[in-house]
């Protein structure tokens, strides 16, 4: 369905912009999914399919809703922009009709990806939108040999991503 590695690589170096970002990206992919489905519907199946697509889709609009600071003048409108995308995906989550399911779908699709350009041109412009933790480790890829040929892994403990009390 939706490569979730990449998307656990991205997180992993993400900062808060860009958290919010990859959260509307999986949005998207779930949705694109259940629609899919929806469109193919010949089985029970495809609605299982499209019912789960929308289910993950539900989900990860509640981590942006819990996600919001109600501290900042923007956050209530975002709030009202999500209940209303997470009530449109609530109302056809077990409809029957896939005709009426993707017209739904689609609607919020639109404007996930409104809201995704958005975020997408203030990550751009964020200067300092680094992890939280300020010291999240770099991920590299890739195989260290020894002299003696096997494969060694170094795993440093040097204290990072720690919390001082």
């Given at each position: 369905m939706?490569?979730?590695?990449?998307?656990?690589?991205?997180?992993?170096?993400a900062?808060?912009?860009?958290?919010?970002?990859i959260?509307?990206?999986l949005?998207?992919d779930?949705?694109?999914?259940?629609?899919?489905a929806?469109e193919?519907a010949?089985?029970?199946?495809?609605m299982d399919?499209?019912r789960e697509g929308i289910?993950?889709?539900?989900?990860a609009?509640d981590?942006?809703i819990?996600?919001l600071?109600?501290?900042?003048p923007l956050?209530?409108g975002?709030?009202e922009?999500?209940r209303?995308?997470?009530?449109?995906?609530s109302d056809i989550?077990?409809?029957l009709?896939?005709?009426?399911?993707c017209d739904?779908?689609?609607?919020?699709?639109e404007?996930m990806?409104?809201?995704l350009k958005?975020?997408?041109?203030?990550a751009?412009?964020?200067?300092?939108d680094v992890?939280?933790?300020?010291d999240a480790?770099?991920?590299?890829?890739g195989l260290?040999?020894?002299?003696d040929?096997n494969a060694n892994?170094y795993?440093?403990?040097?204290?990072g991503?720690?919390?001082?009390?």
């Amino acid at each position: 369905m939706i490569d979730t590695s990449a998307y656990m690589l991205r997180i992993s170096q993400a900062g808060p912009v860009q958290l919010v970002v990859i959260n509307f990206e999986l949005i998207i992919d779930f949705l694109n999914a259940a629609k899919n489905a929806a469109e193919k519907a010949t089985s029970t199946e495809d609605m299982d399919t499209f019912r789960e697509g929308i289910q993950k889709g539900k989900n990860a609009l509640d981590e942006l809703i819990a996600s919001l600071n109600f501290d900042t003048p923007l956050a209530l409108g975002f709030y009202e922009i999500y209940r209303y995308a997470y009530k449109r995906l609530s109302d056809i989550h077990y409809t029957l009709d896939p005709q009426k399911a993707c017209d739904a779908v689609e609607e919020v699709l639109e404007l996930m990806d409104t809201l995704l350009k958005g975020w997408q041109d203030a990550a751009s412009k964020a200067e300092n939108d680094v992890p939280q933790t300020g010291d999240a480790p770099k991920v590299y890829t890739g195989l260290t040999y020894g002299r003696d040929g096997n494969a060694n892994e170094y795993i440093d403990e040097g204290g990072g991503r720690s919390f001082m009390a």
